[in-house]
């Protein structure tokens, strides 16, 4: 896995890994985003996406999640196959620097499911908030019933901490959700587990 930080007002980085490039996104991809994420089965597997995603909102999202990215609040990536550079989701981190803890979320198109493509990004991103963001703990949660997503949680390391029950409304229902969390010291345990390669750090990552 390579990881390379564009050199601009904004430092965005780009990682590559196995199959894919983690990039930043831009308002060229809002046409896809929003045909990817229109799909009812996308924004019910998820808090903030709406349904239906109407005109105009994908290029709003983007250039509101920009603000947070500057100021370090956030990285957000597109998952684009590295052979064809296809969209096929997104995935990001808020930051939360005061406790150098982050949420990671992703989404993923339906016509993508069950190829490895989340799991492999969500690798990438784990190690690229430990390794160079500094981060002490990521965590994640999903809706109660998703299951697709807990497993993803689990192959990258993360341990089940607990459900909470009616943490989450969406579309006026209640929904009860499973947590999901993982520390540094935890993942410097388990280390060779969790990479995708078995690369030294300091080998695969520059940045310009």
């Known amino acids: 896995m390579d ?10 980085p780009i990682i590559d890994t196995e199959r894919l490039i983690l990039r930043p996104l831009t308002q060229a991809d809002a046409a896809v985003v929003q045909f990817l994420a229109g799909d009812k089965a996308i924004a019910a597997t998820t808090l903030s996406i709406p349904h239906p995603y109407g005109a105009g909102v994908a290029e709003k999202w983007i250039k509101s999640i920009k603000g947070d990215i ?10 684009t196959e590295n052979n064809n550079g296809n969209l096929l989701g997104t995935i990001g981190l808020m930051i939360n620097k005061e406790h150098d803890h982050a949420e990671m979320g992703y989404w993923i198109g339906k016509d993508y499911w069950g190829k490895g493509y989340c799991t492999e990004a969500a690798h990438a991103v784990l190690e690229y908030g430990f390794e160079n963001l500094g ?3 990521i965590f994640a949660h ?3 019933g998703n299951n697709a997503s807990g497993r993803i949680m689990r ?5 089940h901490e607990g459900s909470s029950k009616g943490h ?3 579309w006026d229902q209640y929904k009860d959700i499973e947590n999901y969390g993982l520390i540094k010291e935890d993942y410097r345990q388990g280390e060779q587990n969790y990479r995708l390669t078995s690369m030294p750090f300091a080998e695969r990552y520059s940045f310009i």
């Open 155 to 159: 192959k990258i390391g993360m341990s």
């Open 70 to 79: 500057a100021e370090g609040k956030s990285v957000v990536f597109a998952i």
């Open 142 to 144: 999903h809706f109660k």
């Open 3 to 12: 990881v390379t930080a564009k050199d601009n007002r904004i430092h965005e």
């Open 168 to 170: 989450i409304k969406k």
């Open 135 to 137: 981060l002490n703990r």
